[in-house]
């Protein structure tokens, strides 16, 4: 079984991250995890935090010469920003207490500040915020970036893209993602998206979001591309693939929505507008492909009925405007319960693109973890038998 946890606070040492059920001999370098961080840390509408780190993620253990051992693979984050905490968030209990003007007493509205001080009894809110910050998804980050890579192996390739930001939108996102060449423009901007109109007037909204101390949101999509059919499944709940990678998006900071394929838009349409009809490939010079059946359409997202069905997955995920304004909102001080303007953290005015990095990854983690429970085995060789058996088996369906 695939599982990880994550451990670490915004401005503490670093972060931590334990990646258990790798299957052993998967090729796996500092570099490849790196580069994902890097992805995580770009975009336009980003803070001074990102001019502070420079996230390097440290392969600890489970690695050796360039290989992974089967054990749990343990990463290491080191918060570069330490240096300037390190007194007010060291281990060490030396004094009696912490001056009072260093203790966070007033919730920032549409943060965990106030619901996590409530819930474990702290009175100094920094207790909540260092850990419900949004920081922890570089760990998130690295942890996906192994199972990308894992599915790499077996042919399946994951982008994302920003749709959204502030209202303004892309124009026909969906018509370009198997240009050649589209993924790189992606990749060049600076709001992860492939429109330069859209992406101007995104720009725009931002820098007036700005000038206001104001932040705005939007919404992007996650796409995989080489799935086999038969991932997830439909005889549990828990099992339905479709219900798993949504819990997975919105455990993201900030996401408020998730849609898979068509989404909220099906609910709108009459069912001959949204399900995708079935078609069959004779067999071309004698050759057939492992996947015969095949739709004109993806409507359905790649999933249906919980279960992967060989078109490419979409998912889309909407993030709400960061929390923080640089112009605050009311909140209440909790011990005098006067009304007073909310704490001001540093913040980004816009992290859209940021959470589409982050959703690439969650996305791989949940991918990764279903295929490994299809297609399970100690060692990468062992994997990659049962994946070709399967194959053959679909190919003669």
Not at 15 to 38: C, K, S, T
Not at 121 to 139: I, K, M, P, Q, Y
Not at 365 to 393: C, H, M, P, Q, T
Request: with cysteine.
């Amino acid at each position: 079984m695939l599982r990880f946890l994550t451990a670490g606070e915004s401005h503490g040492k670093g972060l931590l991250v334990i990646l258990e059920g790798i299957p052993a001999d998967l090729p796996l370098a500092e570099e490849e995890l790196n580069l994902d961080l890097a992805r995580r840390q770009r975009g336009y509408g980003r803070g001074g935090r990102m001019k502070i780190e420079s996230d390097r993620a440290e392969i600890f253990s489970g690695v050796r010469r360039g290989k992974t051992l089967g054990s749990p693979v343990g990463i290491l984050i080191r918060n570069r920003d330490w240096e300037n905490w390190k007194e007010l968030m060291k281990v060490e209990n030396n004094i009696s207490a912490l001056p009072a003007a260093q203790a966070l007493k007033v919730p920032r509205p549409g943060h965990a500040d106030l619901a996590g001080g409530i819930k474990f009894g702290h009175r100094d809110l920094r207790n909540v915020l260092e850990r419900a910050s949004a920081r922890e998804t570089a760990a998130r980050t690295a942890a996906g970036a192994v199972c990308r890579r894992l599915l790499a192996e077996f042919g399946t390739v994951i982008k994302s893209q920003v749709i959204e930001i502030g209202g303004a939108k892309v124009k026909g996102e969906g018509s370009k993602v198997k240009e050649n060449d589209y993924w790189e423009k992606v990749e060049k901007s600076e709001l992860r998206c492939g429109d330069p109109g859209a992406e101007k007037r995104m720009k725009k909204l931002i820098d007036q979001a700005r000038s206001k101390g104001d932040t705005v949101g939007g919404v992007f999509e996650v796409r995989a591309f080489g799935l086999p059919p038969g991932l997830g499944s439909y005889t549990q709940w828990d099992l339905r693939l479709d219900g798993r990678l949504a819990g997975a998006m919105m455990s993201i900071p900030a996401i408020k929505g998730v849609e898979i394929g068509m989404g909220f838009l099906a609910g709108r349409k009459p069912g001959s507008q949204v399900h995708d009809e079935i078609f069959y490939k004779s067999a071309v010079g004698g050759q057939r492909s492992a996947v015969n059946f095949y739709r004109k359409t993806n409507r359905a997202g790649g999933l249906e009925g919980g279960v992967t069905n060989g078109e490419e997955l979409v998912i889309r995920a909407a993030m709400k405007p960061i929390s923080t304004l640089l112009k605050p909102k009311n909140s209440v001080q909790i011990d005098t319960k006067e009304a007073v303007p909310a704490t001001v953290e540093r913040s980004d005015v816009c992290a859209v693109p940021a959470a589409a990095v982050v959703g690439e990854g969650m996305t791989a983690l949940e991918l990764a973890r279903a295929f490994l429970e299809k297609f399970g085995g100690d060692s990468i060789r062992e994997v990659r038998r049962n994946f070709l058996s399967y194959l053959r088996e679909v190919e003669a369906y």
